[in-house]
């Protein structure tokens, strides 16, 4: 089941309140207020991308030793155009 966002549409036009609904994908989007009979339209928002909700985890992913373990290298900037290898098993320094 997928959640949307609806918003109430008063009768003179004027937006009203937010809700939110579950319902299948397949199912055709609400026009009315499931409760008040109201109408409503769909508001389109940014979906939630799962797994970089917070920052501590993105940090733990992108760690040196996570990098390593996983076979990546990693360059840090040292210079203008020069980069030194902290992780991995690439050249020890590389320039840009």
Not at 2 to 26: C, K, P, W
Not at 38 to 51: D, L, M, S, T, Y
Request: proline share 4%.
């Amino acid at each position: 089941m997928a959640r949307y966002t609806y918003q109430v549409i008063h009768e003179d036009g004027s937006e009203g309140a937010l809700f939110e609904v579950e319902h299948g994908m397949n199912e055709p989007a609400l026009t009315t207020h499931p409760e008040t009979g109201e109408k409503v339209v769909r508001v389109f928002q940014a979906p939630h991308i799962a797994g970089w909700s917070h920052e501590r985890q993105g940090k733990q992913l992108t760690s040196d030793k996570n990098l390593d373990r996983l076979g990546f290298t990693k360059y840090v900037r040292t210079g203008h155009g020069q980069y030194e290898k902290r992780v991995g098993s690439g050249p020890e320094n590389i320039s840009a």
